[in-house]
């Protein structure tokens, strides 16, 4: 038999009473507060604090930007989250505003970390000026211009789909149908890759944009250009030496003298025969005309360029910032450089932009009353073709031998000259495509011409074409000035 224990006796443990209420109430009661106030937490809070609706802006052009009061959002193709409130939306392409319109955004509260809420905004007619539409015409035509210079597209380099763009674009902006064409035209002379072509082929063939004859002929031509297997046929016509010599000329300019060569207008061949092949096509051999000009027996040497700066601070190395926020030159213009009016040099003047060049001839032609300006490529070719001894110059300090015409033309630094730089313009025409470059206003990449001191002279002639883009500053890129007596 077990043996009883006692157990000893302890006073009852109470919990005390709060309010007048039993702690099963109270506890309860508090159980219900934390529940409550984590629904709130979790629930509701994020709402009331951030509240807002992600909204999709519905853009009649491509890839619009979006300014909410005036501030940059973002690009329409994209999701964006709008905080509650009252907004006025402005859409805008190529840096014009085409539609506006008032958004009102409400508050809602709810879970809105976890089911986002989203409106989409409604589509708004445009509301543009002829100077607006031809403008946002011009931006998506530079796009492509830009594209070209890449050769060709990769995971690493997406390209964005321009010619869908651009066609998309003409028929919301309810171009005319010559314009229409026009700007497919244009287009399609700067494909320069087998990407481009195909989305080219695609958006044309797709869209109501009208061609002719000159477009298809344009696309076969590229097909040609871009085929996988390479052709063995040359094609274009080949240049040959002109028989006339140039005559010996002056340019005065206040005290400055300049000398040159007078060239007679003439037609001729500019280029060779080349297989059809891009970008061997950019040396085709096409027939151009020249009129009467005279070209500078040297390029623009440091002292020339001192002397402008002298009377053109702007200019100056010093004031590099400014120009670069003009996007008149990039970081690179003068640098390195210490020009002297003083001390007479032939060495030509480098680290410059044809934006700079330009300022030099416009300081030219007031100063000496004639008409100054950057030659033609098909001038560059002419004095080349008509030199009686060409020869490659690796130094940047020619010892002229002027009697025989204009010295570096091959060497020295590459040469700006006021031609515009269109990947197929040779196999169409090229009075026609710098004719549609000009008409439409594109932004100049000039053609550079002649080599450098870098380059082997094996691997440049004076058919090569070469291009950089308007602000560019290089230590082997310079110029020649060409005049109209």
């Known amino acids: 038999m077990k043996r009883r224990i006692d157990l000893p006796q302890v006073e009852e443990v109470k919990l005390p009473e709060l309010l007048h209420m039993r702690p099963g109430i109270y ?85 809105t970390w976890l089911f986002h809420r989203t409106l989409v905004t409604p589509e708004v007619p445009l509301s543009l000026s002829e100077e607006q539409r031809t403008a946002i015409n011009r931006f998506n035509l ?26 998309n674009d003409m028929m919301a902006l309810e171009l005319d149908a010559q314009t229409r064409l026009e700007t497919v035209k244009l287009a399609v002379l700067y494909i320069s890759n087998e990407t481009m072509l195909e989305e080219a082929k695609r958006a044309i063939i797709d869209s109501k944009t009208p061609i002719d004859g000159d477009v298809t002929t344009l696309l076969d031509t590229a097909n040609l250009l871009f085929a996988d297997d390479l052709q063995h046929t040359s094609i274009g016509s080949k240049s040959s030496s002109l028989p006339f010599k140039a005559e010996k000329t002056t340019l005065k300019a206040g005290d400055l003298e300049i000398e040159g060569y007078r060239y007679p207008a003439t037609t001729f061949v500019m280029g060779k025969d080349v297989l059809p092949i891009y970008p061997e096509s950019t040396m085709l051999g096409v027939e151009v005309s020249t009129k009467a000009f005279s070209l500078a027996t040297l390029e623009t040497t440091q002292y ?22 003009e996007l008149l030159v990039d970081e690179y213009y003068m640098q390195g450089l210490s020009v002297s009016p003083v001390f007479v040099t032939s060495r030509p003047i480098f680290q410059i932009s044809y934006h700079a060049a330009l300022a030099f001839c416009d300081w030219l032609s007031v100063k000496s009353g004639k008409n100054v300006f950057l030659p033609t490529e098909d001038m560059y070719t002419l004095a080349a073709l008509s030199h009686p001894n060409l020869k490659y110059s690796s130094s940047l300090s020619p010892s002229p031998s002027v009697d025989e015409g204009p010295v570096a033309l091959l060497g020295g630094v590459w040469e700006m000259t006021s031609s515009p730089y269109i990947p197929l313009s040779r196999v169409y025409s090229l009075e026609r495509s710098r004719s549609l470059h000009q008409h439409f206003g594109l932004s100049m990449q000039p053609i550079v011409k002649g080599g450098s001191y870098l380059n082997e002279s094996a691997t440049v002639s004076l058919h090569t074409v070469g291009v950089v883009e308007s602000d560019a500053c290089a230590d082997q890129i310079g110029f020649r000035i060409a005049w109209y007596e």
């Open 27 to 111: 506890i309860l009661i508090l159980l219900v507060l934390a529940l409550l106030l984590a629904l709130f937490l979790i629930a509701f809070y994020p709402g009331i604090r951030n509240g807002g609706r992600y909204v999709t802006f519905t853009g009649s052009l491509s890839e619009s930007g979006v300014l909410l009061d005036g501030t940059y959002l973002g690009s329409a193709e994209y999701q964006h989250f709008v905080k509650s409130g009252s907004y006025e939306v402005s859409l805008t392409k190529g840096g014009e505003v085409y539609a506006k319109f008032p958004l009102e955004i409400d508050h809602p509260v709810f879970l």
């Open 304 to 325: 020339q360029w001192a002397l402008f700066l002298e009377e053109n601070p702007k200019w100056e190395a010093s004031n590099r910032q400014a120009l670069r926020d």
């Open 142 to 167: 530079e796009q492509i211009v830009q594209a070209s210079a890449i050769l060709s597209y990769d995971d690493r380099n997406r390209y964005p789909p321009l010619f869908s763009n651009l066609v």
